[in-house]
């Protein structure tokens, strides 16, 4: 069961990358984002209703690391798409940092608690606006 998360970055990034190019990007991320609150409340209402399954909760991972894919490559086009050739790379640093920042809050810590190495300074100036 471990696996239904991680084989959509084998069989969905390819494809992914291709409906990025051909559809609109803050659409698809606005339906990207309704389709994951969709999915992850039918593993809630399953629950509620005692009708708990693993194959179920296989299936939604799949689709929500498939969207999570699908989001993240809209994203990145969006961002290429909206700003300047050479603000391009400042604003995927911000894109980076708030996902580190996320991550660090979901995990309990900063990263730099965590680890002995000190915090990337690219990723704090972005986020800070510099």
Known sequence: MSFAPLLPLLVVQL?????????????????????RAV????????LAAGR???VQLAAVAFLETSLAILYRLAERGAVRT???VRRVGI???????????TLDAL?????ARR???????MCWASCSGV
Do not use: K, N, Y
């Open 115 to 121: 680890t002995a190495s000190p915090p990337e300074p």
């Open 107 to 111: 995990q309990g810590g900063s990263r």
């Open 15 to 35: 494809p992914a990358g291709v409906l990025v190019d051909r559809w609109d990007r803050r659409r698809l991320m606005v339906i990207c984002e309704g389709a």
């Open 52 to 54: 708990f399954s693993a």
């Open 39 to 46: 999915a992850l409340g039918s593993v809630v209402d399953r």
């Open 82 to 84: 909206l700003r300047s």
């Open 91 to 101: 604003h995927h640093r911000r894109l980076q940092c708030r996902r580190r920042t």
